[in-house]
Nanobody, 124 residues
Framework: QLQLVESGGGLVQPGGSLRLSCAASGPTLAYYAIGWFRQAPGKQRAGVSCISRRGDSTNYADSVKGRFTISRDNAKNTVYLQMNSLRPEDTAVYSC?????????????????WGQGTQVTVSS
């Protein structure tokens, strides 16, 4: 059973940076495409970014393009989300999710395994 644990969230000022990590235990993460999602209070969950099994294909929500970068290190069983130029509207609980297969999706309903999430707060 694949288990995912997110880390790296916290409080940051507008314009700052954070790097989130999604660490997997159980089966090797190399078999799975990974997505990052976020949910702000009172809002629906939204796809932020996703990465294919080998890392050669990525997608980003329009709101984060040019600011966020997704990457993975299959040898370390970890996927990262580097977030730069953070804005107050990026405040949310960020969760990673996994689906066995090659290509990723920005639709959370396509994923089978989820982490518990990590809080990101952007505020001065």
């Amino acid at each position: 059973q694949l288990q995912l644990v997110e880390s790296g969230g916290g409080l940051v000022q507008p314009g700052g940076s954070l790097r989130l990590s999604c660490a997997a235990s159980g089966p090797t993460l190399a078999y799975y495409a990974i997505g990052w999602f976020r949910q702000a209070p009172g809002k629906q969950r939204a796809g932020v970014s996703c990465i294919s099994r080998r890392g050669d294909s990525t997608n980003y929500a329009d709101s984060v393009k040019g600011r966020f970068t997704i990457s993975r290190d299959n040898a370390k069983n970890t996927v990262y989300l580097q977030m730069n130029s953070l804005r107050p509207e990026d405040t949310a609980v960020y969760s990673c999710a996994a689906v066995r297969g090659y290509y990723c999706s920005m639709d959370g309903f396509n994923y089978d395994y989820w982490g518990q999430g990590t809080q990101v707060t952007v505020s001065s």
